[in-house]
């Protein structure tokens, strides 16, 4: 089995994280389960962080193009899944849509495993400024009723990757905003950005107290095993009704996309 795992960041700009994402994929994939891992295409940031455009609805909606090129890709080259592994779930809708191989996204599938440990689900990740998209994804998903608090690491982006060689300050620190997030109502956490469960994952860290603490990158790889397999064997496909489900043909897709040189400056 082979599976895209596509990241909104630029992998090599961020080698420990890249390394540790790379160790961790291939420690909870199951035998015979190859992880490609893709990231955004150099230059896409004036820096390393992205999120200096991922709090902004025109930038971030531009990058969708990356991940609806990306799963075109997966499925023409005989992935058997792809992953888009970044919480805002950046262009699921629109890459569903386009690709019949299963297409699985980090913040719906982590939201909806954690359930299954406890209710409500607390989110604890870096970037505040994201919350307002999570929310918005919960209430189209209808999973807003069993996500709770939503709590900030006192940690910026360059901590967040310097602590993966010097990790004590960062786990002190999520475990405060956790317990924040606990005292909140929280009976289960879901990590927010890959960098921060990563992290957490290279250091065993499964509980806060007597709270689980999900491992969404490695959750959603194995969910996206399973409907790699549903899918091998019972070709099971998403909905095909309706506005964000209908599949158009791909030749007219490939026409639109021609007409604003998509494919051409992403693969240049």
């Given at each position: 089995?082979?599976?895209?795992?596509?990241?909104?960041?630029?992998?090599?700009?961020?080698?420990?994280?890249?390394?540790?994402?790379?160790?961790?994929?291939?420690t909870?994939?199951?035998?015979?389960?190859?992880?490609?891992?893709h990231?955004?295409?150099?230059?896409?940031?004036?820096?390393?962080?992205?999120?200096?455009?991922i709090?902004?609805?025109?930038?971030?909606?531009?990058?969708?193009?990356?991940?609806?090129?990306?799963?075109?890709?997966?499925?023409d080259?005989g992935?058997?899944a792809?992953?888009?592994?970044?919480?805002?779930?950046?262009?699921y809708?629109?890459?569903?849509?386009?690709?019949?191989?299963?297409?699985?996204?980090?913040?719906?599938?982590?939201?909806?495993?954690?359930?299954?440990?406890?209710?409500?689900?607390?989110?604890v990740?870096f970037?505040?400024?994201?919350?307002?998209?999570?929310?918005?994804?919960?209430?189209?998903?209808?999973?807003d009723?069993?996500?709770?608090?939503?709590?900030q690491?006192?940690?910026?982006?360059t901590?967040?990757?310097?602590?993966?060689?010097?990790?004590?300050?960062?786990?002190?620190?999520?475990?405060?905003?956790?317990?924040?997030?606990?005292?909140?109502?929280?009976?289960?956490?879901?990590?927010?950005?890959?960098?921060?469960?990563?992290?957490?994952?290279?250091?065993?860290?499964?509980r806060?107290?007597?709270?689980?603490?999900?491992?969404?990158?490695g959750t959603?790889?194995q969910?996206?095993?399973?409907?790699?397999?549903?899918?091998?064997t019972?070709?099971?496909?998403p909905?095909?009704?309706?506005?964000?489900?209908?599949?158009?043909p791909?030749?007219?897709?490939?026409?639109?996309?021609?007409?604003?040189?998509?494919?051409?400056a992403?693969?240049?």
């Amino acid at each position: 089995m082979k599976i895209w795992h596509q990241s909104f960041t630029v992998l090599d700009d961020v080698p420990h994280y890249r390394d540790a994402l790379e160790r961790h994929l291939r420690t909870v994939a199951a035998p015979g389960t190859e992880v490609h891992l893709h990231g955004m295409k150099p230059g896409t940031y004036p820096s390393d962080y992205p999120g200096t455009h991922i709090r902004y609805a025109y930038l971030s909606g531009l990058h969708k193009e990356q991940f609806v090129h990306a799963a075109l890709r997966a499925q023409d080259e005989g992935y058997d899944a792809f992953l888009i592994a970044t919480i805002p779930d950046t262009a699921y809708e629109e890459c569903r849509s386009v690709v019949d191989i299963p297409v699985l996204a980090y913040g719906h599938t982590s939201v909806l495993m954690a359930a299954t440990l406890g209710s409500p689900v607390g989110i604890v990740n870096f970037i505040g400024a994201l919350e307002p998209q999570l929310r918005r994804n919960l209430r189209s998903y209808g999973l807003d009723q069993i996500v709770g608090p939503i709590r900030q690491v006192a940690a910026e982006f360059t901590d967040v990757m310097a602590a993966y060689a010097q990790p004590e300050g960062l786990l002190d620190a999520f475990r405060v905003a956790a317990r924040e997030a606990i005292a909140a109502g929280a009976s289960v956490i879901v990590p927010g950005e890959g960098p921060l469960n990563v992290f957490l994952a290279d250091h065993g860290v499964s509980r806060v107290d007597d709270v689980p603490v999900l491992d969404s990158l490695g959750t959603l790889l194995q969910v996206a095993e399973l409907r790699a397999r549903q899918y091998r064997t019972t070709r099971l496909l998403p909905s095909r009704r309706g506005f964000d489900h209908e599949q158009p043909p791909r030749e007219l897709l490939d026409q639109a996309r021609a007409f604003y040189g998509i494919a051409t400056a992403l693969d240049a």
